[in-house]
């Protein structure tokens, strides 16, 4: 019997998703745990996985288009089966499964909970990861099916070409490099919007419209106002943050921490590092230090869902990172168990992986207790607005030297400013004083993490 596979749930959030690429084509062969497609959800572009191994008999949704949670978006025919029998059964895209016996699977990656559970889910900073920030290679089938129309690219503007263009931040980088004008490009994308595809085609099939040019001049400010629509990912962020501020009681606590110890290890550890190509940053030590502030107060270490308090026994590290179209906030599972390398290099990596689209579907889920880090732009302080369902967020500022009183003497250390932004309906204020109080002793410390 074959197997339909339907449009995964990969988030709380999720009500369809669009088809970026089929990794397997019709005819191939799959295994189970083999990647069919890469799919764009509210989150990201996150790879489906199949359940079951046979031959991908028939593709129901292009690449490019859009189908519901749900909805069958391929058949897989089993080793007895003949795939071109198979998919005689089947309509074209988004044919019903009534058209054919089959069991129906979820592609790996979806989620469990019950519908009711599904519409009244809240939006969360997780779910901002837009996949317009991630869009990947749109690549057509051949022979399956015909190449996408091409339309105009989309402008909004002054009528002369110099308001936004849609244009996936792939293909903007790739044209950047290139040299290559989006403007005389045709977007081949949902409605119009350009894609890796387009821009990569320039040099295969170079045509009066779309050829490489010049870099362009010095950025000169807009004559005229832009009316540029909300990207998926801003609409995302716009809905968790107003119904985080409108929804949770927010309260702000903020500590000044001395890090000149601190500064001095790391630039110690740094030079007997060298040789291995490690190199620890003051977040690194942050992020230990947070860790195991949290595992001694378990109560900044939880979700609320507004009736529950769920304590979590280990930390799933949120780590706000902004992209070109808003922030990402990729997740670093069981980081209370990582030592300093571990953390530089596993945290290097999924932030890497969420700039530039490729991070796994565990690695923007499950968060715990988030970071949000300004201090490379040369921010002392600031709040952050809490991700639910976590029930805090650290913002940390820049560490600048600082005229500070110590001994009775005014001396120059290294300072850093961190505030907690805590929910009041789960963690108090003394709480959350004795959190920070923790965090401080660690930074001020760093021995006191090895205890």
């Known amino acids: 019997m074959p ?12 009500t369809e998703g669009s088809i970026v690429k089929w990794r397997k084509k019709e005819g191939e062969k799959v295994a189970a745990g083999d990647v069919l497609a890469e799919i764009e959800t509210d989150k990201a572009v996150m ?20 189908a519901k949670v749900g909805a069958v978006i391929a058949v897989i025919a089993s080793a007895k089966e003949n795939p071109a029998e198979v998919k005689k059964n089947y309509a074209t895209a988004g044919a019903s499964s009534k058209s054919a016996p089959a069991r129906t699977r979820q592609a790996a990656g ?10 009244s889910g809240v ?32 402008h909004h503007g002054d009528g002369n070409g110099h308001g936004r263009i849609f244009a996936t931040p792939l293909a903007r980088r790739i044209a950047a490099e290139k040299g290559i004008d989006l403007r005389q490009l045709r977007g081949s994308g949902p409605n ?18 779309a050829e490489r040019i010049t ?21 995302a962020i716009a809905t968790a943050l107003q119904r985080s501020k409108q929804q949770i009681p927010h309260f702000y606590e903020t500590i000044d921490i001395d890090v000149e110890e601190l500064s001095a290890l790391r630039a110690r550890l740094n030079e007997q590092l060298k040789d291995q190509n490690v190199k620890l940053s003051l977040a690194d030590f942050i992020a230990k230090a947070v860790c195991t502030a949290l595992l001694r107060h378990p109560a900044v270490n939880s979700t609320f869902d507004g009736t529950n ?29 990582m030592g300093l390398r571990e953390l530089r290099e ?90 920070l109080r923790t965090l401080k002793s660690l930074l001020e410390e760093p021995g006191m993490m090895l205890v």
């Open 3 to 14: 197997t339909e596979v339907t449009m995964p749930q990969m988030s709380d959030t999720m």
């Open 110 to 119: 979806s989620t469990s909970k019950p519908a009711r559970d599904r519409e």
């Open 47 to 66: 790879e489906s996985e199949s359940f079951e191994s046979g031959t991908v008999a028939a593709i129901l949704v292009p690449e490019g288009e859009k």
């Open 309 to 337: 308090i769920t304590r979590h026994p280990s930390v799933n590290l949120g780590i706000a990172v902004a992209v070109p179209d808003g922030l990402i906030v990729p997740v670093l599972k069981n980081a209370d168990r």
């Open 346 to 435: 596993r945290g290097g990596g999924v932030i890497e992986r969420a700039r530039s689209g490729k991070q796994k579907q565990d690695e923007v889920l499950g968060g715990t207790f988030t970071i949000s880090s300004l201090g490379g732009y040369g921010i002392r302080e600031f709040s952050a607005i809490i991700n639910p369902p976590q029930v805090a967020i650290l913002a940390v500022g820049a560490a600048e030297k600082r005229p500070v009183v110590k001994n009775n003497q005014i001396l120059a250390r290294t300072m850093m400013t961190v505030t907690l932004s805590a929910d009041h309906r789960v963690v108090d204020g003394a709480t959350a004083a004795e959190f």
């Open 123 to 154: 939006a969360t900073l997780e779910a901002a990861s837009s996949g317009e920030i991630h869009e990947r290679a749109d690549i057509g089938h051949g022979a399956t099916r015909s190449a996408p129309t091409a339309v105009p690219a989309v």
């Open 215 to 235: 870099p362009a001049a010095p950025f000169a400010a807009p004559s005229e106002s832009q009316v540029i629509p909300l990207t998926k990912m801003r609409a």
């Open 192 to 209: 119009g919007r350009i894609v890796q595809r387009d821009v990569e085609q320039v040099e295969s099939t170079p045509t009066p419209s």
